[in-house]
């Protein structure tokens, strides 16, 4: 079965440690992985996509086709960081696929 | 305009009222699709609309109707809902040939009583 899986409903990691979201996944193509992000009271948008490979807000992704993961990274945790992060597939359709999302925490 | 606008930003209904969500954008985008968002939930595909054409419903029940009246506009109509179907409705667009980044609107909170 197609599925994503963010094992983490909750993070909370202390101002200036690394940060480390969790994104697993189950598909035997060649998938299509994002992450988005919806910040307090702010609309859900686009954080990263792994075929960019680019560093959004000092946040990476890699994608691990072995492992089937897309684990998202940042070195520094900021207190603007907090939000809900939601890791998401397109399976080769016309169809995002979100994780159950993580909430994470950033202390002061 | 780089944003999708959604109205109502609240909406208090009866379970016998006819009532409809609106989104619009005005990026050229012709992909708009309707989300269900429950608390603390992911987002839930509902309806995807490619070119104004309705492409994919997800087995939404009846009592939600989309229509798409131009490339900029998607209407959520909605009848005779129940309790259940309280939650964030969500819009968001992008440009066919890149479906996966879509860009949402800031969605309409909707209660059913």
């Known amino acids: 079965a197609q599925r994503v899986t963010q094992p983490e409903k909750l993070l909370s990691v202390f101002k200036g440690a690394p940060v480390e979201l969790k994104c697993n996944y189950s598909?035997?193509?060649?998938?299509?992985l994002f992450w988005y992000v919806q910040y307090s009271r702010q609309r859900l948008q686009l954080l990263l996509r792994?075929?960019s490979r680019e560093s959004i807000k000092g946040f990476t992704a890699d994608l691990n086709k072995g492992e089937t993961s897309f684990h998202l990274k940042k070195p520094f945790a900021q207190e603007e960081d907090s939000a809900m992060y939601y890791c998401?597939?397109?399976?080769?359709?016309?169809?995002?696929?979100f994780g159950t999302g993580t909430r994470l925490t950033i202390i002061p | 305009d780089t944003e999708v606008t959604q109205t109502p930003k609240h909406l208090v209904m009866g379970m016998t009222n006819k009532k409809s969500l609106k989104c619009e954008q005005h990026?050229?985008?012709?992909?708009m699709y309707w989300y269900k968002q429950k608390a603390k939930k992911p987002p839930e595909l509902m309806f995807v609309?490619?070119?104004?054409?309705?492409?994919i419903n997800e087995s939404v029940p009846s009592r939600f109707s989309p229509e798409c009246p131009n490339s900029s506009l998607l209407n959520l109509h909605l009848h005779a809902l129940q309790p259940e179907d309280s939650a964030l409705y969500l819009c968001?667009?992008?440009?066919?040939?890149?479906?996966?980044?879509?860009?949402f609107g800031p969605g309409t909170r909707l209660l059913v009583l």
């Open positions: 968001a667009s992008s440009i066919p040939t890149d479906q996966e980044t879509q860009y």
């Open positions: 598909y035997s193509g060649s998938p299509e």
């Open positions: 792994h075929i």
């Open positions: 998401a597939l397109n399976f080769g359709n016309e169809k995002l696929t």
């Open positions: 990026m050229g985008h012709r992909a």
């Open positions: 609309y490619s070119y104004e054409k309705l492409s």
